[in-house]
């Protein structure tokens, strides 16, 4: 497993007496069986590598992830290079209170519900969704609700709901006191979280807004974001590179300040409906428009893909989340005295989670559930939302409905132009970064694509596959094996079962491996055309 070291000294020769104070976190990878505690000390040997950064085009920078969270070595260690002392050092808070709540939490969890649906509890209990499967988290993925799978707004405003009538109804304290107890309970889910941005966020503003009321003071939630956005970035200014720190306030900004226009912009017949099922649905219907909106241009430029079927989806799998996190707070709460009671709490919420995971799975078998979008630059995001921020002001402002109308006509014009006159065509090939054996993309000046092997299987994921979403492509027209080499065909195994490919061809070789059976099998299924080289 991994863990985070703060590191003090530093001795460049083993068992040398000349150690270098130094300061700085280190991730280490340990390879062994002790257990660690927070606040332990330990001694290791080995080198301090700083981490590999992104070696190919629109892959994950693991190095850039590392250093926004103030970690710039490794370190790889085994049992023999490994010696823990035991102490009462660090945060007596954290050793003694907050570690020991996520430790129950999880234990809880893992007692009372098994696989994905109990990995899907921890994940948006405690944050992450590392728990479920690939395969699982890739359906979250493309349906577009894989934002319940973070902490977010939605399990602090539970929280505080909870505690809230917790703190009114059974200790009788005030309005004022069950404000402040209110708040030191989020400060506490923020460090179980681990300071996640989105649960930083959504904490400071129902804060702000609760201590508001407290005083008698209206609450202006768009001033709530940005106090929240700027004590962020106070704490660490390299959050505003974190792309869930840009989805947490693009959706809430989205949600705060398009909704009230866009029910401005609708029929009244439609939004304040006598029938208050087709009213909630109207409105659940308009948050989830307006949280989609908020986030669509950040999405397609870091994942460069669209779920079309979200605003659907959302509406029925946030308001069903929200039911399972109440029960999964209930069962972690009575857990503490009665494990039996958690037991039959966590019962019913496993029949919720396993509903919500199956609609998802059945939801992103759909065709086109997902749409694929070519890398836009920054300037994508910014004339996305002038174009919405104009737009829904149009009813309000004649200036803002001119404004919109130019920008409406002239940014496809202008980029319609680009592609045909100024841009030219051209052919070019890419070599990727496949470790061991060959993966080669090239692209032809009339647009048909090819490409040739894609390594080990891993390099799909984590290389290919994010590399021709950023094309704007549903697969390849051509793909061509050279040899049936493990590190050479693997990884073109998922993606034909994944995009679209015209022509497969292949030379004449045979092979035993399983891999290699399973990939002509597939061709045979899904590719129209198919020839030996």
């Not at 976190?25 to 927070?38: C, S």
């Not at 926004?68 to 260690?77: D, K, L, P, S």
């Not at 609700?145 to 009538?165: D, T």
Request: with cysteine; net charge positive.
């Amino acid at each position: 497993y991994k863990f985070e070291m703060e590191a003090e000294k530093y001795a460049p020769v083993e068992d040398s007496l000349d150690t270098k104070a130094i300061v700085g976190k280190v991730l280490v990878y340990y390879f062994g069986d002790q257990e660690i505690d927070y606040g332990d000390r330990i001694r290791i040997k080995s080198d301090l590598p700083a981490p590999q950064s992104a070696r190919n085009f629109f892959t994950f920078d693991y190095k850039e992830y590392l250093y926004r969270m103030g970690i710039f070595r490794t370190a790889f260690v085994y049992e023999e290079d490994f010696v823990r002392y035991e102490s009462d050092e660090g945060d007596p808070i954290f050793k003694y209170l907050i570690f020991p709540i996520r430790r129950h939490i999880e234990y809880v969890i893992r007692e009372t519900l098994k696989g994905d649906v109990g990995g899907f509890l921890e994940g948006i209990v405690l944050g992450g969704g590392k728990q479920l499967s690939r395969e699982t988290n890739e359906h979250f993925v493309n349906v577009g609700v894989v934002h319940v799978l973070a902490v977010s707004g939605l399990h602090v405003g539970i929280i505080a709901m909870l505690f809230y009538l917790l703190f009114k109804t059974i200790f009788h304290m005030d309005r004022r006191w069950s404000t402040i107890s209110v708040m030191v309970v989020l400060l506490i889910y923020m460090m179980i979280t681990k300071m996640r941005p989105s649960v930083m966020r959504a904490s400071l503003m129902v804060s702000i807004v609760m201590s508001g009321q407290v005083f008698g003071r209206k609450p202006r939630l768009l001033n709530s974001i940005g106090i929240a956005a700027l004590t962020l970035l106070m704490i660490n200014p390299m959050r505003f590179f974190d792309v869930g720190f840009q989805l947490s306030f693009g959706a809430t900004f989205g949600i705060v300040y398009l909704y009230p226009r866009l029910v401005d912009m609708l029929p009244q017949k439609l939004t304040k409906s006598k029938n208050i099922f087709s009213s909630l649905v109207v409105q659940a219907g308009l948050v989830s428009i307006c949280a989609q909106l908020g986030t669509f241009p950040i999405l397609t430029y870091h994942f460069h893909r669209f779920a079309i079927l979200s605003v659907f989806a959302n509406i029925v799998v946030v308001p069903t989340i929200a039911f399972a996190l109440s029960l999964g707070f209930l069962s972690i709460f009575t857990g503490i005295f009665s494990m039996w009671l958690a037991n039959i709490f966590s019962a019913a919420n496993w029949i919720i989670l396993t509903l919500v995971i199956k609609f998802v799975s059945k939801f992103s078998e759909i065709k086109y559930a997902s749409i694929s979008f070519p890398h836009l630059g920054i300037w994508f995001i910014g004339l996305f939302f002038a174009i919405l921020l104009f737009g829904v002001n149009a009813k309000r402002s004649r200036r803002s409905l001119y404004i919109f109308l130019i920008l409406l006509v002239l940014s496809p014009t202008g980029y319609f132009v680009y592609k045909k006159f100024a841009e030219k065509p051209e052919m070019w090939i890419l070599f990727m970064d496949v470790g061991q054996g060959d993966c080669v993309y090239i692209k032809y000046p009339n647009g048909r694509t090819m490409l040739i092997d894609g390594g080990f299987g891993k390099n799909y994921e984590y290389v290919i596959k994010p590399f021709v979403r950023a094309q704007g492509k549903t697969g390849v027209d051509e793909m061509l094996m050279t040899h049936a080499h493990m590190d050479h065909f693997a990884a073109m195994l998922p993606f034909v079962n994944e995009f679209d490919v015209e022509r497969f061809a292949a030379n004449f070789s045979v092979s035993s491996a399983v891999t290699y059976n399973q990939l002509l099998q597939s061709v045979s299924e899904r590719v129209e055309y198919s020839d030996t080289i």
